[in-house]
Structure formats: structure tokens, C-alpha cells
């Protein structure tokens, strides 16, 4: 029975054993790597709620750097029209 082919697949029943050993092999391995995952999420990320006030800092410096820039536009755009103008 344990050279049997299963269905008429290619897959024996030692075929089987092997990779239902294989997959408690794989289990394994994987329930590690998401220990080491849930680990890594716990020590070295930072939270939405944690990271909400630096957002709103670089959010607020940036936007005081883009009304800078459209000032300075704006500026050059008058002084332009002003020596056009002659005045």
C-alpha cells in the first residue's frame, strides 16, 4: 500500500509522508519567523499614534516653505511689472 499512486497522480503514499513531514518542518519555521516578526513590530516600529505629531511638524514646515515660495514668486511677479511699468 505505501507505493500506491493516489488517483492516478504521480503522488505515492511515501510521496505524501514526506511532505506532510516536510509541511510540520515548514510550520515550524514559520512559526518562528512570525515570533520574530511580532517582536520586531513591538520594539522597533513606531505607532500611527506615536508618529501622528511628528506628520503634523514636517506637514506644517512644508507648508510654510510652499507660502514662502509662492511669496517669493508673487514678489518677483510685481517687481517685474513695476519696472515694466516704469514705476
Not at 493516489?6 to 510521496?15: R, V
Request: include cysteine.
Amino acid at each position: 500500500m505505501t507505493n500506491e499512486k493516489i488517483d492516478g497522480d504521480n503522488i505515492t503514499y511515501e510521496d505524501m509522508q514526506i511532505t506532510q513531514d516536510n509541511m510540520h518542518i515548514h510550520l515550524g519555521y514559520m512559526r518562528k519567523d512570525i515570533s520574530e516578526i511580532k517582536t520586531k513590530l513591538c520594539r522597533n516600529y513606531v505607532t500611527k499614534e506615536e508618529f501622528l505629531p511628528i506628520k503634523r511638524f514636517v506637514y506644517g514646515i512644508v507648508g510654510l516653505m510652499g507660502v514662502g515660495i509662492v511669496g517669493l514668486f508673487v514678489k518677483l511677479a510685481l517687481m517685474a511689472f513695476k519696472v515694466e511699468s516704469g514705476g
